[in-house]
């Protein structure tokens, strides 16, 4: 007997006929003997509406607590309608919204953006969802929303939902967590701009959060700090009207906690090149004769920027050297390079997070406490979720120092 938490996005729920037959899917997993919990987004578009009504009627005169609790109406009007068509079918189900006594999600009091407090949330799955579904109950559990310790209606913010889905596999041991959406999986590219796209059998959860960091809007990058290695997890369309459907498979890695960064110095000491010519940028396919170059050497590149008249790259100390060759005689032999140096001794810090996309400020906060103590940045490259900070290698463990002080 598995657990299985199954999540319908609004898209999923947008008509009642799409409600029975996700109602449907989910009674059909509970008579294969599974125990399933059941996250509900609102109806689609009725949060939107909602906000419209809001600003029209309100303005900014609404508070976050208001608005809190304004938004939450679509999800626990999803939870009633979701949870009377599962008994229509003949199952047992109770919907839980947060003003139920067995509401389960429990965070701080940001109304807007609220911060889950994990230990108490983990104490209300075990004292009243794990009770439910050991009774043979189907819990319909209001996805995005939360609740203080007051009692207030919160939310999650950006990705609430699909939260809320992950955080309580987590939470009750479940053994899947189903995304059901207007999607069959995640595709190898937008199939509206290329019709070559095609749906991935698996993918793991870092080219997930990549993915969606960059554009993808199929899972929320927020969602997947909650996915736990050991449970299965995969994205399917409600098309299908059966949960046991083959979508994308999402894979990996540990259950990350909120807030954490990783910062780690490379142990290895490196070496910088500096290639340069005129208006490279507009130069097609250099950095790819680059690249190719030290590839055929089978040398790693550590870090590689363009600018408008150079191309910066690290290797290892160990490897410069062959490297500094190897795209010399690049230079000599075409007419597209003037020059190249081998620079300094350099130290890499890396830092990653999945919170740095919505914190805004983070590189100043790595930049400042170096330049405070005059140390200076070689060179610094960033992603949504990764910042790597090149400095003199003699300065390296000292600007690891101050950045893991000022950020840990």
């Known amino acids: 007997m598995a657990i299985v938490v199954a999540k319908f996005g609004g898209t999923s729920v947008g008509t009642g006929k799409r409600i029975r037959k996700a109602a449907q899917s989910v009674v059909n997993e509970y008579m294969q003997g599974n125990k399933v919990v059941v996250v509900v987004s609102a109806i689609n578009k009725t949060t939107d509406e909602s906000i419209k009504l809001v600003n029209e009627s309100i303005g900014n005169n609404v508070t976050e607590k208001q608005l809190a609790g304004i938004l939450a109406m679509g999800e626990m009007q999803s939870v009633r309608i979701m949870s009377a068509t599962i008994e229509s079918l003949g199952v047992k189900s109770e919907y839980i919204d947060p003003f139920n006594s067995k509401w389960p999600v429990i965070t701080d009091s940001n109304y807007?953006?609220?911060k889950i407090d994990r230990n108490e949330t983990q104490r209300a799955v075990n004292e009243h969802i794990t009770k439910l579904i050991d009774q043979g109950i189907i819990p319909v559990i209001c996805g995005f929303l939360g609740r203080d310790m007051e009692g207030s209606v919160t939310t999650l913010g950006r990705g609430g939902s699909d939260v809320?889905?992950?955080?309580?596999?987590?939470?009750?041991?479940?053994?899947?967590?189903?995304?059901v959406t207007d999607v069959k999986g995640v595709m190898s590219t937008d199939p509206r701009k290329l019709n070559t796209a095609r749906k991935l059998d698996k993918i793991t959860v870092e080219e997930m959060i990549d993915l969606a960091n960059y554009?993808?809007?199929?899972?929320?990058?927020?969602?997947?700090?909650?996915?736990?290695?050991?449970?299965?997890?995969?994205?399917?369309?409600?098309?299908y009207g059966d949960l046991r459907v083959q979508g994308t498979d999402i894979v990996g890695p540990s259950y990350v906690e909120d807030d954490v960064i990783t910062i780690t110095k490379i142990e290895d000491k490196l070496s910088v090149l500096a290639v340069v010519g005129e208006d490279l940028m507009s130069k097609q396919g250099i950095i790819a004769e680059i690249t190719q170059k030290v590839n055929e050497k089978g040398l790693s590149i550590y870090g590689i920027s363009t600018g408008e008249s150079s191309i910066t790259l690290f290797f290892k100390e160990k490897d410069a050297q062959k490297a500094h060759e190897v795209l010399h005689d690049l230079v000599i032999k075409g007419d597209r390079l003037s020059?190249?140096?081998l620079g300094q001794k350099i130290a890499m810090i890396s830092l990653v997070s999945h919170d740095f996309i919505d914190t805004p400020g983070?590189?100043?906060?790595?930049?400042?406490?170096?330049?405070?103590?005059?140390?200076?940045?070689?060179?610094?490259?960033?992603?949504?979720?990764?910042?790597?900070?090149?400095?003199?290698?003699?300065?390296?463990?000292?600007?690891?120092?101050?950045?893991?002080?000022t950020l840990q």
Do not use: M
């Not at 554009?215 to 098309?239: C, M, T, W």
């Open 164 to 179: 809320s889905a992950f955080l309580i596999g987590h939470c009750i041991g479940a053994d899947e967590v189903i995304i």
């Open 362 to 405: 983070i590189i100043a906060s790595i930049t400042k406490p170096l330049h405070d103590n005059d140390i200076n940045i070689v060179e610094l490259s960033s992603s949504q979720t990764a910042v790597v900070v090149f400095v003199d290698w003699n300065d390296g463990d000292k600007a690891y120092k101050l950045i893991k002080e």
């Open 112 to 114: 807007l953006n609220a």
């Open 215 to 239: 554009g993808a809007q199929v899972l929320h990058p927020n969602a997947l700090r909650f996915k736990d290695p050991n449970i299965k997890a995969k994205i399917i369309s409600y098309e």
């Open 339 to 341: 020059s190249i140096s």
